[in-house]
T-cell receptor, first 115, second 114 residues
């Protein structure tokens, strides 16, 4: 079965600093990987996804992630943090097979941005 | 805009009550999901459905059941609510069989069982 591990349940950065949120996956087949963001008391919103092709994926709000097969990683980065980036971020892998596909989520990383 | 709508944002129920959480999507998606979100545990899949009247258990189905009588609607039922079911519940939907497509989420229902 596929799974994802997010290292660091809490990450704090200063406004303008680099954001790096880590995600490692476990999959026996080429994975489909996703990053979602959740603002307080909201549902999840897709930031970006990797399917096939280019390993550097650009998403909304200036975020990007790089798929590294050799490291089984899909880390999320943003060059310069903004106060509005404070939220919880979830990495997910799509698990297929059977009648349907479903997303398997990591435990989340809460990002705090300090002024 | 694509939309997944959960009927309530906040609910307070008493222990032992039967609780219904409703979810409607307008994207003609075959798949629908119910997740439970708890601090430090991320999102855990309770049940999912890939077609009308079809359902499969997720990772934590105990104490829950579901109903899907129409394609656009997926209901989560707590047969006899308990305090350990106090949580945030998230509904999602997606196209079936397309593993590269994302799921779309509702706003969540924060359920408190007292």
């Amino acid at each position: 079965a596929q799974s994802v591990t997010q290292l660091g349940s809490h990450v704090s950065v200063s406004e303008g600093a680099l954001v790096l949120l880590r995600c490692n996956y476990s999959s026996s087949v080429p994975p489909y990987l996703f990053w979602y963001v959740q603002y307080p008391n909201q549902g999840l919103q897709l930031l970006l996804k990797y399917t096939t092709g280019a390993t550097l994926v650009k998403g909304i709000n200036g975020f990007e992630a790089e798929f590294k097969k050799s490291e089984t990683s899909f880390h999320l980065t943003k060059p310069s943090a903004h106060m509005s980036d404070a939220a919880e971020y979830f990495c997910a892998v799509s698990e297929g097979g059977g009648a349907t596909n479903k997303l398997i989520f990591g435990t989340g990383t809460l990002l705090a941005v300090q002024p | 805009d694509v939309k997944v709508t959960q009927s309530s944002r906040y609910l307070v129920k008493r222990t032992g009550e039967k609780v219904f959480l409703e979810c409607v999507q307008d994207m003609d998606h075959e798949n629908m999901f119910w997740y439970r979100q708890d601090p430090g545990l991320g999102l855990r899949l309770i049940y999912f459905s890939y077609d009308v009247k079809m359902k499969e258990k997720g990772d934590i189905p105990e104490g829950y059941s579901v109903s899907r009588e129409k394609k656009e609607r997926f209901s989560l039922i707590l047969e006899s609510a308990s305090t350990n079911q106090t949580s945030m519940y998230l509904c999602a939907s997606s196209f079936r069989g397309q593993y590269h497509t994302e799921a779309f989420f509702g706003q969540g229902t924060r359920l408190t069982v007292v």
